[in-house]
């Protein structure tokens, strides 16, 4: 486990795909408390956040690490040089913890300043977790679309819930997603739960007026700024949604 254990911090700095979930995962396996990274941040707003996270390991690739400030004294691992890890067990370790020890540490915008790192526990992110997927009625059946930072708080619930109810994830990629090409990804790959901004989620309505055929996308979520009434309305009308959550 690379020393990591309870209370111990690994930031995570790696592009979009299913290995980060797979690192999120590792980090709590082992008892630590992982600080996800945004890689397109500015260098001076990674380095304040890795030496302010107190991290003691830091998880990447190695196309990204030559673009990160790493502090001195601070570990790395590039998941993908194999031989620095592949000698290790494949089973998990056997780590106690209770609901206090903390999961992760998430930073804010820092809009009014300097971002500031929120702990979240085991105990209240399990509840958020689990309520949310009896909110959302998340069943196997299930695709989410990831679409968010990994860096922003609200988009942790939208990997982990659909899969602790057995649902799948589709992860966006770092490529920019426009709005024709994201309906055009939830319908191939069926997905039913989706999170956006509120202005990207009116684009995705405009287009789906147009088309007049919209994903079968039974849960949509929006958040982070005002929705005008006409908004909220052509989001019912265009995209004929279940649930549609102002989250």
């Known amino acids: 486990a690379r020393g990591v254990g309870a209370e111990v911090r690994v930031a995570i700095a790696m592009p979009r795909s299913a290995e980060i979930m797979v690192a999120f995962l590792a980090v709590m396996k082992a008892g630590g408390v992982y600080v996800p990274l945004d890689i397109e ?18 998880l990447t690739h190695s196309t990204v690490q030559p673009r990160l ?18 000698d290790h067990r494949d089973t998990a370790p056997n780590v106690a913890l209770d609901g206090a020890n903390l999961a992760y540490v998430i930073y804010t915008s820092g809009s009014t300043g300097m971002p500031k790192g929120v702990a979240v526990a085991h105990g209240p992110l399990v509840a958020h977790i689990i309520a949310t997927g009896e909110r959302y009625e998340t ?18 619930e ?16 770092d490529s920019l997603w426009l709005p024709e090409y994201t309906y055009e ?9 989706a999170v956006f901004p509120p202005v990207y989620l009116q684009q995705l309505a405009e287009h789906a007026e147009r088309d007049g055929n919209p994903p079968n996308v039974r849960v949509y979520c929006f958040g982070g700024d005002a929705v005008a009434q006409a908004s909220y309305d052509l989001a019912w009308r265009a995209l004929k949604p279940t649930y549609l959550f102002n989250g």
């Open 139 to 156: 069943g196997p059946t299930d695709c989410e679309l990831h679409f968010m930072s990994f860096a922003f708080d609200g988009s942790h």
């Open 41 to 58: 941040y500015p260098r001076d707003r990674l380095l304040y956040m890795l030496e302010d996270s107190c991290a003691q390991l830091l």
């Open 69 to 86: 400030p790493i502090p001195d004294g601070l570990h790395v691992l590039a998941i993908d040089h194999t031989p620095l890890w592949s």
């Open 185 to 193: 990804q939830m319908h191939r790959h069926h997905v039913t739960m």
């Open 158 to 173: 939208g990997w982990m819930h659909p899969l602790i109810n057995g649902a799948s994830v589709l992860i966006r990629d």
